[in-house]
């Protein structure tokens, strides 16, 4: 009778077992659509467009008033617009989301965030985890040390610590250079450029590394921009930037791009470029280096 008894309960264990089971078969690809659920069907699901970006002007960042703002961020708000016509909503609310450089990544692909209208180079290393926008600018990695210092090139850094920005390209950028050629420079690094910047500033390493149109707002909006100097040697392969979004979503991606050919060829663009772009270019800046601007707009 035990044997029978111990039987009966084995059974019944495993028909719940098999059960439960059963039971996650039919939640899973339900739970697996959600997370799959196509970009723009989620936002007109919820007529709600979530940006990412940082604090890196004149592209994106949040001015003394509160206001997130920057050219990409303009550029960005235009492509809100286009979204609500498209999917024919009364209301379409954007959440700016700060999140720094190592973050970005997950944040796309935990859909945190939609879009990332921050500084996101399109580097070929990158698409098999994201997708990249058509570039909007092209920049090039420059180094920025103390004028003092007579800094005028990588080789001029051999086996002396330099500050980068983490998680970013110029960092693998540099590490290439710094392996290639031997130099034996160390590195800090910091999760924003401003970080970076400012261990330069504090002597803490001998030289920042970083994108020449992203630089300028540093040494201009600090308290001594005489003190800075801004190589006119450029270090790695050009930077292309790019708005930044999930892996596997042709039809948003699609949609954006299609968005933004049409605006490139505007004289919105024009306007927009004028007002966030052209403070920065050599002939209005306060202390520029020979050479050192020779960026691509």
Same mark, same amino acid.
């Given at each position: 009778?035990?044997? +029978?008894?111990?039987?009966?309960?084995?059974?019944?264990?495993?028909?719940?077992?098999?059960? &439960?089971?059963?039971?996650?078969?039919?939640? %899973?690809?339900?739970?697996?659509?959600?997370?799959?659920?196509?970009?723009?069907?989620?936002?007109?699901?919820?007529?709600?467009?979530?940006?990412?970006?940082?604090?890196?002007?004149?592209?994106? /960042?949040?001015?003394?008033?509160?206001?997130?703002?920057?050219?990409?961020?303009?550029?960005?708000?235009?492509?809100?617009?286009?979204?609500?016509?498209?999917?024919?909503?009364?209301?379409?609310?954007? $959440?700016?989301?700060?999140?720094? &450089?190592?973050?970005?990544?997950?944040?796309?692909?935990?859909?945190?965030?939609?879009?990332?209208? !921050?500084?996101?180079?399109?580097?070929?290393?990158?698409?098999?985890?994201?997708? /990249?926008?058509?570039?909007?600018?092209?920049?090039?990695?420059?180094?920025?040390?103390?004028? *003092?210092?007579?800094?005028?090139?990588?080789?001029?850094?051999? !086996?002396?610590?330099?500050?980068?920005?983490?998680?970013? *390209?110029?960092?693998?950028?540099?590490? *290439?250079?710094?392996?290639?050629?031997?130099?034996?420079?160390?590195?800090?690094? %910091?999760?924003?450029? *401003? !970080?970076?910047?400012?261990?330069?500033? $504090?002597?803490?390493?001998?030289?920042?590394?970083?994108?020449? +149109?992203?630089?300028?707002?540093?040494?201009? $909006?600090?308290?001594?921009?005489?003190? /800075?100097?801004?190589? %006119?040697?450029? +270090?790695?392969?050009?930077?292309?930037?790019?708005? =930044? =979004?999930?892996?596997?979503?042709?039809?948003?991606?699609?949609?954006?791009?299609?968005?933004?050919?049409? /605006? &490139?060829?505007?004289?919105?663009?024009?306007?927009?470029?004028?007002?966030?772009?052209?403070?920065?270019?050599?002939?209005?800046?306060?202390?520029?280096?020979? !050479?050192?601007?020779? $960026?691509?707009?």
């Amino acid at each position: 009778m035990k044997n +029978i008894i111990n039987r009966e309960m084995t059974r019944v264990k495993r028909t719940a077992q098999w059960l &439960f089971l059963l039971a996650g078969l039919v939640i %899973s690809p339900a739970l697996m659509a959600q997370q799959n659920a196509a970009t723009l069907d989620h936002i007109q699901s919820s007529s709600v467009l979530n940006v990412g970006y940082r604090q890196l002007p004149p592209f994106s /960042f949040t001015d003394h008033n509160g206001k997130v703002t920057g050219y990409t961020i303009a550029v960005c708000n235009m492509i809100a617009d286009k979204l609500r016509q498209y999917l024919k909503l009364n209301n379409l609310t954007i $959440h700016y989301i700060p999140v720094n &450089f190592s973050e970005r990544f997950s944040a796309l692909n935990s859909r945190k965030i939609d879009m990332d209208c !921050g500084v996101n180079t399109n580097a070929p290393e990158r698409t098999s985890s994201v997708s /990249f926008s058509e570039n909007y600018y092209t920049a090039k990695m420059r180094i920025i040390s103390l004028r *003092k210092n007579n800094i005028q090139s990588i080789a001029d850094l051999k !086996g002396r610590t330099v500050s980068l920005t983490g998680s970013s *390209k110029d960092l693998l950028e540099f590490n *290439k250079a710094n392996r290639e050629q031997h130099l034996n420079i160390s590195t800090i690094t %910091s999760t924003t450029i *401003k !970080g970076a910047f400012e261990k330069m500033a $504090h002597n803490e390493s001998a030289a920042f590394f970083v994108d020449d +149109i992203l630089a300028w707002p540093l040494i201009n $909006h600090s308290e001594q921009p005489e003190l /800075f100097s801004v190589s %006119s040697e450029s +270090i790695g392969n050009d930077m292309h930037y790019a708005i =930044m =979004m999930r892996k596997n979503d042709p039809q948003f991606v699609t949609f954006v791009n299609s968005t933004l050919k049409d /605006f &490139f060829a505007s004289p919105a663009n024009v306007q927009l470029r004028k007002k966030w772009l052209s403070p920065w270019s050599c002939e209005k800046l306060k202390n520029p280096s020979p !050479g050192s601007c020779q $960026h691509s707009h």
